[in-house]
């Protein structure tokens, strides 16, 4: 008897198990008034081919699930019995009818169900795909008002198929796309510098992860929130946005997330200037870096995370705690290693190294290396964060080397690139 490969496919790409999938359906089926009488064996029977065609309501159930019919699924109707008597003429058919009171008529009108489609996988897959096109997005580009925008819509399109979810399971699985989408208008927000609206965002963001019981949008929030909290310099509470990362679910059980948890404290410790807390973050982040696989499949939202990612934030920590050579060796690791789609976060690694050039003296060079950046967003509105970090580049400038000439051109060029942008 061959088993049912498309089903067990469809299975794997949703991420159910047996139990899981009866669970789906019967909270469909009691949805619609029906009794939840799927198994585990029912589903293995399906699984095995034992059961090639489900019964009408499990099947309604199982192409809502998925959002593909019966047939896409991998069953297949029995064949057709031939009629056993001559069909009726349609010509008596029509003559008992005009024949009646006027009640056949009735009977005949078709009943159309009004309720609108229960929503799948499908609907939760393209959404998801969604937030994917808005994270390349901010890869080239960076944070702004119309990728804001389109984050916010998707939240609102994934809260408002909860009335018409087929299964709990659903449910938990679309408040985790808007929990997503609504940490990316925060991040977009951050980004930008429009901090009030990010807070929004981010307490928003923190609920619906919580509704939908995902520690990985968890872990997302409370990441948001560490950086959220070093834009507005309130450190301490950075630092205990960084502990609550590192208390999520997800970063007890995963290492990859549990680094990313780590460095973002690292920074926070930094700002407070407390050298040993700060090394020490960052020692747990590459510790548990090194432990990370590589294979596991992650949201797009963390891409950005990786050896390239934790160097520049290595530069970061250690221009913070006085290290400036140290943090221009940890710049040119993370340009060496960043992709180059990665626009923004090379912009920033850039500025980053200009900084530690500079606070070792070496202005000319570091004019050279932060007037790099202009060429790299050229195309593009600067946004905001960069704009930020050039600024307090630009004041270390006229701080260090308030009379070198090359001081005053870039100051010249600084100006005319944020009035263009």
């Not at 949703?14 to 799927?38: I, K, M, P, R, S």
């Not at 934790?310 to 250690?318: H, P, T």
Request: proline letters at 5%; one cysteine or more.
């Amino acid at each position: 008897m061959e088993g049912n490969a498309n089903l067990a496919g469809a299975m794997r790409e949703a991420g159910f198990t047996q139990a899981q999938l009866a669970q789906a359906v019967n909270e469909y089926l009691c949805l619609h008034g029906y009794d939840g009488t799927v198994s585990d064996r029912t589903v293995r029977n399906w699984l095995s081919g034992r059961t090639r065609w489900p019964h009408p309501r499990q099947r309604e159930a199982l192409e809502t699930v998925f959002g593909c019919t019966a047939q896409g699924l991998g069953f297949s109707p029995p064949p057709a019995i031939p009629p056993t008597t001559e069909p009726e003429s349609p010509v008596r058919r029509r003559n008992f009818l005009t024949a009646t009171t006027g009640t056949a008529a009735a009977v005949v009108v078709p009943i159309t169900d009004s309720r609108p489609a229960a929503v799948g996988t499908s609907d939760v897959i393209r959404l998801r795909s969604g937030l994917d096109a808005l994270m390349d997005l901010d890869r080239a580009r960076g944070g702004h008002e119309g990728m804001e925008r389109a984050a916010l819509a998707g939240a609102s399109e994934a809260i408002a198929k909860q009335r018409h979810a087929a299964s709990q399971r659903i449910r938990q699985r679309l408040f985790s796309v808007a929990a997503n989408y609504t940490a990316t208008a925060a991040w977009s927000a951050i980004d930008a510098r429009q901090l009030d609206r990010a807070q929004r965002f981010l307490d928003r963001a923190l609920y619906l992860a919580g509704m939908a019981k995902d520690p990985v949008a968890e872990l997302r929030a409370w990441n948001s929130y560490a950086m959220l909290a070093h834009q507005r310099d309130q450190f301490a509470e950075a630092v205990d946005a960084g502990y609550a990362a590192q208390a999520t679910t997800m970063a007890r059980r995963e290492p990859f997330y549990n680094s990313l948890a780590h460095a973002r404290t690292a920074v926070a410790h930094a700002n407070l200037r407390d050298r040993r807390a700060a090394i020490r973050s960052l020692g747990y982040a590459e510790e548990a870096l090194a432990k990370a696989s590589q294979e596991e499949p992650r949201p797009s939202w963390v891409s950005f995370y990786g050896v390239a990612e934790l160097c520049a934030i290595q530069a970061i920590v250690r221009d913070r705690i006085g290290d400036a050579a140290e943090s221009e060796a940890a710049s040119h690791r993370a340009l060496a290693m960043l992709p180059k789609h990665f626009r923004r976060n090379r912009g920033l690694a850039t500025t980053r190294l200009a900084l530690a050039q500079l606070h070792q003296g070496e202005v000319e060079q570091a004019c050279a290396t932060a007037a790099t950046v202009f060429e790299l967003m050229a195309g593009n509105p600067i946004p905001g964060r960069m704009r930020s970090l050039l600024g307090d580049y630009y004041r270390d400038l006229i701080s260090l080397a308030p009379d070198a000439a090359v001081a005053q051109e870039w100051g010249d060029r600084f100006r005319s690139e944020w009035s263009r942008a």
